[in-house]
Nanobody
Framework: QVQLVESGGDLVQPGGSLRLSCAAS????????MSWSRQAPGMERELVAQ????????KYADSVKGRFAISRVAAENTVYLQMNSLKPEDTAVYFC?????????WGQGTQVTVSS
C-alpha cells in the first residue's frame, strides 16, 4: 500500500535552515506529483510546495517563495523540502502528500518549530 514517511523536523532558531525528507513506497513514485503541506495549531492545512512527476514544474505558496525549495530524487523514491531563512510563522506540522489514482495519501507529519 501507499506509504509516506516524513523526517527531518526539529527545533530551529529564526533564520535557520532545515531539510525535510519524505520516503515514498507502494506506488510508482516517478509518475505522480508530490506535495508538502503544513498545519499550524488552530489553522487549516495549507499547501506549501508542489513538484510535478518530472520534477520540471514546481509551485510554492507565496509565504515561502524564495525561502523554500522542493525537489525529488526518483532513484531514492524521496521528495525533499529545503527550508531556509525560517521564521516563527513557519512553525507547523509538515506533511507529505501524494494523489495516486484519485486518492490522497498523507504521511504522519514531522514537527517544525522555529523559536529562539
Amino acid at each position: 500500500q501507499v506509504q509516506l514517511v516524513e523526517s527531518g523536523g526539529d527545533l530551529v532558531q529564526p533564520g535557520g535552515s532545515l531539510r525535510l525528507s519524505c520516503a515514498a513506497s507502494g506506488f510508482n513514485f516517478r509518475s505522480y506529483t508530490m506535495s508538502w503541506s503544513r498545519q499550524a495549531p488552530g489553522m487549516e492545512r495549507e499547501l506549501v510546495a508542489q513538484i510535478s512527476a518530472s520534477g520540471l514544474v514546481v509551485k510554492y505558496a507565496d509565504s515561502v517563495k524564495g525561502r523554500f525549495a522542493i525537489s525529488r530524487v526518483a532513484a531514492e523514491n524521496t521528495v525533499y523540502l529545503q527550508m531556509n531563512s525560517l521564521k516563527p510563522e513557519d512553525t507547523a506540522v509538515y506533511f507529505c502528500n501524494a494523489r495516486v489514482l484519485g486518492n490522497d495519501y498523507w504521511g504522519q507529519g514531522t514537527q517544525v518549530t522555529v523559536s529562539s
